[in-house]
């Protein structure tokens, strides 16, 4: 018994063989992680990218900024609060139906379904039928006109898929709070497979018109699996036309 005992203790003790990073993850043809599919995050980044209380149509969250600060520089946050005492009006995506700009599209709550290639990376989302075509392995090509979406460009660092986004206008914000940017923003997206099911998404902002500094949201993005998944048209229709045109004269 003794014996049993004892050998039970030096069982526990060997450390359990480490699996490879990754072994698990499921693979395209040429070897790297396979982010064929639909995804969704399940936060509330969506209304405020920091730490926010319950309002009135606004749920409470938990931030997905790194430290919980977004950096301003003076003359900028003014800017950033006007934006959020006229956000229920001004939001260039939820009041106006525009396109969400990156990394905005990602964290809104619609899913949106990526399709993966060996030389390019396509994103189609719920929202408005945005698109983002990323080629991979290729630089930004000179002249590209400033665009609501960006020019995303992908490469492979390891089984990190990482995006580099330039040539934005100015229009969109990064939530319904009010954070803007301006056509100097870059954004650095890399997506990191932790399991099959779930996805580490990471956005590094920088923007030296608006911030003092380079600035970082993560959060985990969830594989969809119900039976039979696919992506639905949202029609994105601007919620304030029923006021705008009830009195007008054509009606």
Known sequence: MAFAAGF???????????QPAGANLPRAAEGKPNFNGIWQALNTASWDIQDHTGQLGVPPGQGVVEGNEVPYQPQALAKKRENFAKRLTADPTEANCFLPGVPRATYMPYPFEIVQTPDSIVIRYEFAHALRMIP?????????????????????????????????????????????????LHVVERYTMMNPDHILYEATIEDPKVFTRPWKMSMPLYRRVDKNVKLLEYECIFYLQEERYKNAPFK
Request: hydrophobic fraction near 40%; avoid cysteine; glycine fraction near 10%.
């Open 8 to 18: 039970v203790v030096w069982f526990a003790g060997i450390p359990a063989q480490a």
């Open 136 to 184: 991979m392995n290729s630089k930004h090509a000179d002249g590209i006109p400033p665009s609501w979406m960006g020019d995303s460009r992908g490469r492979w660092e390891g089984d990190t898929l990482v995006v580099d986004v330039t040539n934005f206008n100015d229009q969109t914000w990064f939530v319904r709070a009010g954070n803007f940017h301006s056509d100097a």
